[in-house]
């Protein structure tokens, strides 16, 4: 049998059934033949034994039920056997919507909102259904890519402003806040998906302090998704190295300028080697500005205007390399090399 909902438990679920069993409707899950009605968080699903058992053993085991004569009580709704499954409502809409409608109609091409692509993987995995699984952590994997270039392909340029914490990624097909890093993290330690942590973690680092503390809201029912103590120090190590390996790059970037014989453009080169200096003597920002680490050489172009062309090229060069030496320590800068 399912894991029983606690009666004791304190929640504001809704618990009008007219309400919640709109809710199945709405999303395709009351099927007037069906033959088993699963509760979730007081919402009903009627839906069909033999697809579900078919599909998991785990579903099958949990419909191993006495015949409806021998049913009474809260056990049988409208004459069909119900069960109380321990599940959020919408994690359990979710996966089931995914085992109705296939991969096809369910929309896998399309994007899908993290918290879908998380009760996949959750739920996939407790109830045994493994294509929903791996398509969910493929999904989680293209997010969170090992590789620079495809991290970089995978959000748009307003990703990159702290801001804005409902950040959507522009091709990666998943939606994704911010703040679902958090969630990212202890998935990937609840599910053993290591090469998502890197990433993660970075984007984790990028988030404010109190949100990093307090943790994210989640659905009704559901504790907050929430850093664990040790993840929570290698995020805030990770933030701190990160700044520390800026401000060294910004001060190598300032001495690269107007070095001979290579400049050819004197007077300029020496004037804005002076004022960068004069900057990076005065950045307190750039512990805060950890997104700057991943930016394309971009800004380069547009800062280095008045310089000479061979200033300007050793310049983008040593950003790139930044760049690219920087995501590459990342496991080694949040301390998941490990367990990667
Ligand atoms: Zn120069």
Redesign the pocket.
């Known amino acids: 049998m399912a894991e029983p909902v606690s009666k004791k438990r304190k929640t504001d679920e809704n618990t009008d059934p007219k309400t919640n069993q709109k809710r199945a409707v709405d999303a395709g899950l009351w099927f007037e033949d069906g033959n088993i009605i699963l509760v979730a968080q007081h919402t009903p699903f009627k839906v069909h034994r033999g697809l579900l058992s078919h599909k998991s053993e785990v579903f099958k085991d949990i419909f191993t039920l006495p015949p409806p004569e021998k049913l009474s009580g809260d056990d049988i709704m409208d004459g069909i056997p119900t069960i109380q499954m321990s599940d959020n409502w919408q994690d359990l809409s979710d996966v089931l919507s995914a085992l109705y409608n296939g991969q096809g109609s369910f929309g896998f091409r399309k994007k899908l909102h993290f918290r879908t692509v998380s009760a996949l993987l959750r739920l996939g995995n407790k109830y045994g259904l493994v294509d929903l699984e791996q398509e969910a952590i493929a999904r989680l994997q293209r997010l969170f890519p090992s590789d620079l270039q495809d991290f970089q392909n995978g959000y748009t340029e307003s990703d990159y402003e702290r801001e804005n914490m409902h950040l959507f990624c522009s091709t990666s097909r998943i939606r994704l806040r911010s703040s679902d890093a958090i969630a990212a993290v202890n998935l990937a330690r609840a599910y053993n998906i290591p090469s998502i942590l890197p990433a993660a973690f970075y984007i984790c680092s990028r988030l404010p302090v109190e949100l990093l503390v307090q943790g994210v809201s989640t659905p009704k029912g559901t504790s907050p998704n929430i850093l664990s103590r040790v993840d929570l120090i290698r995020c805030w190590n990770g933030q701190i190295e990160l700044g520390r390996r800026y401000g060294l790059k910004m001060q190598a970037m300032s001495n690269a ?3 001979r014989p ?5 007077w ?2 020496q004037e804005l080697k002076k004022t960068w200096e004069a900057e990076d003597d005065r950045d307190t920002d750039c512990q805060d500005a950890l997104g700057c680490c991943l930016v394309g050489s971009q800004w380069v172009t547009t800062d280095d205007e008045e ?6 090229s050793r310049r983008v060069l040593l950003w790139d390399d930044f760049r690219q030496s920087t995501w590459d320590d990342l496991p080694k800068i949040f301390d998941v090399e490990n367990n990667m």
């Open positions: 300028i107007a070095q290579a400049c050819t453009g004197s300029h080169c310089l000479c062309a061979a200033c300007h």
